[in-house]
């Protein structure tokens, strides 16, 4: 029985949105898509129509006029294309079906385009000449210009081959960290702007720039890993550009009358960390009036500006700051500071000393025999060292262009005891906004869904990494393919892979070949890259999950021509009998039953894995198809997936329910992608799933192919008590067994620590791996009961199957339309569950001992049996 709960009467908009933009200053959209959420409306309240107004520069004020509809996602811009710097304000009202009228105007939504040509680029990218920056040693670079009166507006645009952190006038510009980003350099490099006015004055003014590899030019890659992967010579292109106040325009862009100087950072490295000598620092390089004669000239440095695009991401900021929660000594000496998290940042320092006094820190996941264990960071020193300017009082120091994964810093040569708020971790990660929440009676299984968000934060740095600590810090695609379902809960990341999959269809091969890391560098083994499933399937499936979570149809339109070249790619390599044999398949990958040293080989046949996929993919590629209007397309993915779906059942089951790799992750795809027939066949390989797992203590036995989808296997098909059963497994290997053992993040391995607390011996043993952490998209949508049933969350599944033991459970999530919510509890004999349903979304209501019913947009109390699985 369902209760609405009375909410205000009238609608009220919040602000729109641009795009998938946090902010709207130097976006690269001339018409932008809006969206607007309503924050309160009465219960079942629907738009019906809306009004956009959009104000120009000039204050001449254009309106859409009254649009029946109730469209609020991603809208059509209604105005003439922005040009290039154009600014504009825009706000919108709405109408319901009642016979109130418009709501009241929504507050403002201040637009500012980018520059949206390459003509718009008229300074030059310049660097370091020969006798500087040819070792890991950044470079600043300064440059001048004077003000006739005081700034009305100023607009700096940057970007760089390497890592950037700009100055004007001896203040640093805007908050971001290692900006630009890592992009597909050849083909796209992303620029940012910022808004510089409170920063410059009449007179005399100073813009200047720290540069350092980054991911340019730095070394990337395991192994050893490789230096200048995309060039030898780093490189600043800035433009500024100022309106005064008596109306004249001064502009200033890097070119040759531009002056460098080392750096006093003596050496920094993604990897390794960074040295910085503070005595060496040139009080005021900045400012004016500083002596630049002793400096070189920088020398043009080759790049084209039609490859310069505006950010469609947040950058990477300080998203949060940790204090220790233990400092002790360790048998050396040293001293040994917990944070507590397993976390991707840096640390903050503030240390008094002598001069010369040399302060290093050590980075470190894990403790083995309570010192650092450093063996799974492989090449990756994660070292930093200050050396002290002995100013006579406290120096702060943070690095500057480097980042590590750690829980536990080692600090050595420390003057005297730390005292407290001396160290600081400073958590880093590209700053999306939050959206998804999870809570449950098990603390262990909330844990794990922490560990999984913990995780997602360490590895979106800047692109969707793989692990954050050792020497490889890549973007996967397979990890990001299996995980984006969970990730477009947790996070507002429909920008940030937007972005990612620009660069993997620039650097997809011309047969379709998606490579294994996107971007692409050289890595022994796997590159060349050649076809392989559940990776090269990001081209397919990732975009359809931002549309899916995202309502963005556009990312399908974006990315066809990928999307289309990897599945015909895929159609080509397929047998005769529909069946995917060819080609080296990862399978799998990372069953815990593999070696240590050899993550290839999994209990499933990968050719099984590889069909299934196929099979997915191609379907995937009809329905995208299907919401592009592509018919010619949908019919000929639809016939080649119902051939390889045959094809499966022929070649990999006996008919009977029975598949020729009896393992979970065969009857998990199967289950899933739909490769088996309703009835009989399907519930006898479900029920041969759910004897597999029992037989197997009710410990997972999958990898990244079966991880995600073994749960969902189970819970569709009547065994869902089994789920819940695998879901709360406590000994290895087990979602719950890292929780036990304190992990904090997801693990690469099941046991990437022994039970005795040793490490892993396997060459890959990461402390910090997302991968594993996609069952968390299971517990959103099956134990607290949110998932989305139309694209976008418009229509809205509240579903929750209560198991386990559990007492209660819930879920949040910041959909497109506004908050949904579902939290349920028992009481006796009774299922109590609250959901919200935001407004201009309904929602499907399917409790368990009922029959689904729908619901409008509202606070619902709602009731059913007590009948746990």
């Known amino acids: ?356 006094t040399e302060v290093t820190v050590r980075h470190a996941e894990v403790l083995e025999d309570g010192e650092l264990c450093t063996r799974p960071l492989r090449f990756a020193e994660a070292t930093d060292v200050y050396v002290l300017a002995g100013t006579g009082g406290v120096e702060e120091w943070e690095p500057r262009f480097t980042y590590h994964g750690f829980r536990y810093a080692e600090v050595t040569g420390w003057p005297g005891e730390p005292e407290p708020g001396a160290v600081t971790a400073l958590v880093l990660h590209t700053d999306m906004r939050p959206t998804g929440e999870f809570t449950c009676s098990d603390p262990l299984v909330e844990r794990l869904h922490e560990n999984v968000r913990w995780s997602m934060r360490g590895n979106f740095v800047d692109v969707p990494t793989d692990c954050p600590q050792r020497d490889e810090r890549l973007g996967w695609t397979g990890d990001i393919q299996v995980f984006a379902p969970t990730a477009a809960f947790l996070y507002d990341c429909a920008g940030m892979l937007r972005s990612w999959l620009a660069d993997l269809a620039a650097e997809q091969y011309p047969d379709g070949t998606v490579p294994f890391v996107v971007p692409t560098i050289h890595a022994p083994t796997w590159t060349p890259a050649w076809p392989a499933a559940v990776w090269g399937d990001a081209a397919v499936l990732t975009p359809w999950r931002i549309y899916e979570r995202f309502g963005d149809a556009r990312v399908l339109q974006d990315q066809y021509a990928s999307a289309k070249a990897w599945a015909d790619l895929v159609a080509e390599r397929l047998e005769a009998d529909g069946t995917w044999r060819r080609d080296r398949q990862l399978g799998d990958w990372l069953d815990p039953a593999a070696p240590p040293q050899d993550p290839f080989l999994a209990r499933t046949e990968p050719s099984l894995v590889a069909t299934a996929y196929a099979a997915q993919t191609l379907r995937t590629m009809a329905e995208t198809a299907r919401v592009l209007g592509e018919d010619a397309d949908r019919e000929r993915y639809a016939r080649l997936a119902g051939h390889v779906r045959a094809g499966f059942r022929a070649a990999y089951t006996d008919g009977g329910g029975r598949l020729t790799s009896d393992t979970q992750t065969a009857y998990a795809l199967a289950l899933c992608f739909d490769l088996l027939p309703e009835g009989a066949e399907r519930a006898d390989a479900a029920d041969r799933l759910a004897r597999i797992v029992a037989g197997d203590g009710y410990r997972i036995a999958t990898g990244f192919a079966g991880t995600p989808l073994v749960c969902d296997a189970l819970s569709r098909h009547g065994h869902t008590a089994t789920a819940y059963r695998l879901l709360l497994q406590r000994e290895s290997p087990s979602w719950l067994y890292p929780v036990t053992m304190g992990a904090t993040t997801v693990w690469e391995r099941w046991d990437s620590m022994l039970p005795d607390g040793s490490v892993n011996p396997g060459e890959m043993t990461s402390f910090n791996h997302y991968a594993l952490g996609a069952v968390a998209d299971w517990l959103h949508r099956t134990v607290a009961g949110l998932a989305p049933e139309a694209p976008g969350y418009r229509r809205i599944r509240v579903a929750p199957r209560p198991g386990g033991g559990l007492e209660r459970a819930g879920a949040s999530h910041e959909t497109p339309y506004g908050t949904a919510s579902v939290h349920w509890r028992r009481d006796g004999d009774r299922l109590h569950v609250a959901a919200v349903v935001p407004p201009g979304a309904t929602a499907v209501v399917d409790l368990p001992g009922t029959e689904p019913f729908e619901v409008g947009s509202g606070g619902h109390d709602l009731e059913a049996p007590w009948l746990p699985a």
């Not at 700096?156 to 290692?178: F, I, K, M, Q, S």
């Not at 100087?261 to 390089?285: I, Q, V």
């Not at 505006?310 to 000496?333: H, I, K, N």
């Open 1 to 356: 029985m369902s209760h609405p709960r009375t909410t205000p009467v009238g609608a009220v908009p919040d602000a729109p949105t641009a795009e998938h933009h946090r902010t709207a200053l130097g976006i690269g959209e001339s018409s932008p898509r809006l969206s607007w959420t309503v924050r309160r409306a009465p219960s079942g309240w629907r738009q019906e129509a809306y009004e956009i107004e959009v104000r120009g520069e000039d204050g001449r004020v254009r309106t859409s006029g009254r649009v029946a509809g109730a469209e609020s996602v991603l809208v059509p811009w209604p105005d003439a294309p922005l040009a290039s710097r154009e600014r504009r304000s825009v706000r919108v009202r709405v109408w319901g079906g009642g016979p109130e009228g418009p709501s009241p105007w929504s507050p403002p939504l201040e637009l500012e385009a980018g520059l949206l040509e390459a003509d718009d680029w008229w300074a030059g990218m310049v660097g370091p000449g020969d006798g500087l920056g040819q070792d890991e040693r950044p470079v600043l670079l300064r440059g001048g210009l004077t003000l006739p009166a005081p700034p009305r507006s100023a607009r700096l645009y940057v970007t760089a081959h390497g890592v950037l952190e700009a100055e004007v006038n001896g203040a640093r510009v805007g908050d971001e960290v290692l900006a630009p980003g890592w992009t597909t350099y050849p083909a796209r490099l992303r620029y940012r702007v910022h808004d510089v006015t409170a920063l410059l004055r009449e007179g005399e003014n100073v813009l200047g720039a720290h540069l350092a590899d980054g991911w340019y030019r730095g070394r990337l890659g395991f192994h050893g890993g490789r230096r200048d992967v995309y060039g030898d010579r780093t490189g600043l292109l800035a433009q500024l550009e100022v309106e005064c106040e008596d109306g004249s325009t001064v502009r200033l862009g890097t070119g040759p009358d531009w002056r460098c100087a080392p750096s006093p950072t003596l050496a920094t490295s993604l990897y390794d960390g960074e040295r910085h000598d503070a005595r060496l620092e040139p009080a005021g390089w900045s400012e004016p009036g500083f002596d630049d004669t002793g400096w070189e000239p920088a020398v043009p440095v080759e790049r084209d500006p039609a490859t310069l695009v505006a950010a469609l991401s947040p950058p990477v900021r300080r998203t949060a700051e940790l204090d220790p929660v233990s400092v002790t000594r360790t048998a050396s000496g040293a001293l040994l500071l917990d944070f507590g998290q397993n976390l991707v940042g840096r640390l903050r320092l503030r240390v008094a000393g002598p001069e010369g």
